[in-house]
Structure formats: structure tokens, C-alpha cells
């Protein structure tokens, strides 16, 4: 079945009122892509909660990554925190564990 013109003007109008907004969509995506925002708005909930799960899963695997390359540096700065720390305490009390007097 055919729309004759005047029908078609209705859905159009119907269309700008209740459908989806195209500087909306990309709004969210720009600033909310993150959280699926636009995917959410135009009713794609399924790929939405996909999409965070992927990015979440993907960046968790990135960070772990970053970790275990910067774990080594890590260690090493808290030993040598630790053991200026050790060094200083042995300066002022000596092995004998009694203070020492300047």
C-alpha cells in the first residue's frame, strides 16, 4: 500500500518529533561514547552493554600489560625507599640498638 503525499508529510512529521536526532546521537557519542550512550539512545542495548564489557575487557588487558612492565621499576623504588629508611634508622641507633649520641 502505497502513502499518498499528505501521508507521507504526517510520518515525516511524526519522525522529526518522536525519532531519533542525529546531533543528539552524535553528542552522546562524542562526549559519552565511552559509557555506549549513543547506542543506548538509538535502542541498541545489547551492543551497548557488549561494547562496555569489550572496552573494559580490552583496556583491563592493556593495563595488566602496562603493570607487568612497570612492576620491575615499582619494586625497585619501594627497596630503595625501604632501604634508606633501614639506613637512616641504623645511623641513629646503631647495631647494638642503643641510640647513639652525636
Known sequence: MALDLVE??????????EGPSMPTAYFFWLF????????????KTGTAILQ?????????????VIDGILTYGLVRARQD????RLAADLELVG???????P
Not at 11 to 17: D, P, T, W
Not at 57 to 62: E, H, K, M, N, S
Not at 81 to 84: A, G, L, P, S, Y
Not at 95 to 101: C, I, M, W
Open 32 to 43: 559519552l561514547g565511552v559509557v555506549s550512550a549513543h547506542r543506548f539512545y538509538l535502542g
Open 8 to 17: 507521507k508529510i504526517y510520518v515525516e512529521a511524526r519522525l522529526a518529533n
Open 81 to 84: 625507599e625501604v632501604r634508606r
Open 52 to 64: 562496555i564489557v569489550s572496552y573494559l575487557f580490552v583496556v583491563g588487558i592493556i593495563w595488566w
Open 95 to 101: 647495631t647494638s640498638g642503643v641510640p647513639r649520641v
